[in-house]
């Protein structure tokens, strides 16, 4: 997670609810997203039950869903091929919270 000057810009400008649910081997690394998204008061979830949680997803208003390959990198933004798709669509955005929370639940 080094993409954090927008991050920070959304969090600052927006009032917005903003969870995190990330892998196990967040749990293993010494300083991890998990760390930095917790010490920024983040709600943070770890999916314990798989071993990676390579889904990237954003969920905004319960109707536009961000999802791709995309991994709100500095690498991601500058050298990676990478794809990002932004869909408008409230019964997609209902099922992404749906799956979203059945794996905060592993936690």
Same mark, same amino acid.
């Given at each position: 997670? *080094? ?9 600052? *400008? %927006? ?6 649910? =990330? ?9 991890? &997203?998990?760390? @930095? ?11 314990? $039950? ?5 889904? $990237? ?6 109707? *536009?869903?961000?999802?791709? &390959?995309?991994? @709100?990198?500095?690498?991601? #933004? #500058? $050298? !990676?091929?990478? !794809? +990002? +798709? ?5 019964? =997609?955005?209902? @099922?992404? %919270? ?5 794996? $905060?639940?592993?936690?």
């Amino acid at each position: 997670m *080094t993409a954090c000057p927008l991050f920070f810009v959304i969090l600052v *400008t %927006v009032p917005v609810k903003v969870e995190a649910l =990330l892998d196990k081997s967040q749990k293993s690394e010494r300083y991890t &997203s998990a760390t @930095f998204l917790k010490n920024a008061g983040i709600p943070t979830y770890i999916d314990d $039950k798989h071993a990676i949680a390579h889904n $990237k997803i954003m969920v905004i208003d319960q109707e *536009t869903v961000i999802t791709g &390959s995309f991994n @709100f990198t500095k690498a991601a #933004e #500058e $050298k !990676n091929a990478e !794809n +990002l +798709l932004i869909l408008k669509n409230k019964d =997609l955005a209902r @099922f992404y %919270v749906g799956n979203w929370e059945k794996h $905060k639940r592993y936690n």
